[in-house]
């Protein structure tokens, strides 16, 4: 397997514009998660889903932001508009079912926002 | 107060030392528990999972003290290679599988 896997790897772009992160997890896992992380705030969770149904979206900062998972391979995190803050590595994880079992994260999108 | 809580770094040791993180987490209903690692402008790997018995791989040992809502790492022997960020991460089972991670606290192994 590929592993989880995520687009783009990097990402600038100008404040007020649309932006898509994009990330496919690993085949048959049941469970996908979005982090943010800067070096103020770490690792944040910023939505999660299971079985493609958003459980948790709470950690989401704005509306700005929207997470969407239309199948079971696939899923967008976008923010529109833009704004410099949001700038961060944004990763996302999959994790397959039973109370013990690891997440396994893509190599996450560097994203800029000048 | 934060859902899971580290030990604020970073931790500077010579080859050799042996060096302890510790985490606490504040719901109780917390499940499972990992220790991760990230190496710089990576993505985070799974270390070692945590079991109640407290475990053991290697020269590294993690504890986990549910009463006290406690986790720690040991890590005995440091390498070069240890030098990373040692992320704490907790398991919400019952609301659906919550992964919610610590700061993480960072290494570094000097020669």
């Known amino acids: 397997d590929a592993g989880v896997i995520q687009s783009p790897r990097h990402e600038v772009t100008e404040m007020g514009q649309e932006v898509t992160l994009r990330c496919k997890p690993i085949?048959?896992?049941?469970?996908l998660f979005w982090y943010r992380q800067t070096m103020m705030r770490g690792l944040e969770l910023l939505i999660y889903?299971?079985?493609?149904?958003?459980?948790?979206d709470s950690g989401m900062p704005e509306d700005r932001f929207s997470a969407k998972m239309p199948n079971a391979s696939f899923s967008t995190l976008k923010i529109q508009p833009s704004e410099p803050r949001d700038s961060a590595v944004y990763f996302c994880?999959?994790?397959?079912?039973?109370?013990?079992?690891?997440?396994?994260f893509g190599q996450g999108t560097r994203l800029t926002v000048v | 107060r934060k859902e899971v809580e580290q030990d604020p770094g970073p931790f500077n040791v010579p080859e050799g030392a042996t060096v302890a993180f510790n985490c606490t987490y504040s719901?109780?209903?917390?499940?499972?528990f990992f220790w991760y690692r990230q190496d710089c402008r990576k993505e985070p790997k799974l270390l070692m999972s945590?079991?109640?018995s407290g475990n053991e791989d290697g020269r590294f040992t993690a504890q986990l003290n549910r009463a006290s809502q406690y986790i720690s790492l040991l890590i005995r022997d440091s390498k070069l290679s240890d030098s990373a960020t040692y992320l704490c991460?907790?398991?919400?089972?019952?609301?659906?599988?919550?992964?919610?991670f610590g700061q993480g606290t960072e290494l570094s192994v000097k020669p």
């Open positions: 994880a999959s994790r397959g079912t039973g109370m013990g079992t690891e997440a396994f």
């Open positions: 085949s048959g896992h049941n469970s």
């Open positions: 889903f299971n079985n493609n149904v958003p459980i948790d």
């Open positions: 719901n109780s209903a917390s499940q499972s």
């Open positions: 945590v079991y109640s």
């Open positions: 991460v907790v398991m919400i089972y019952n609301q659906g599988g919550k992964l919610i």
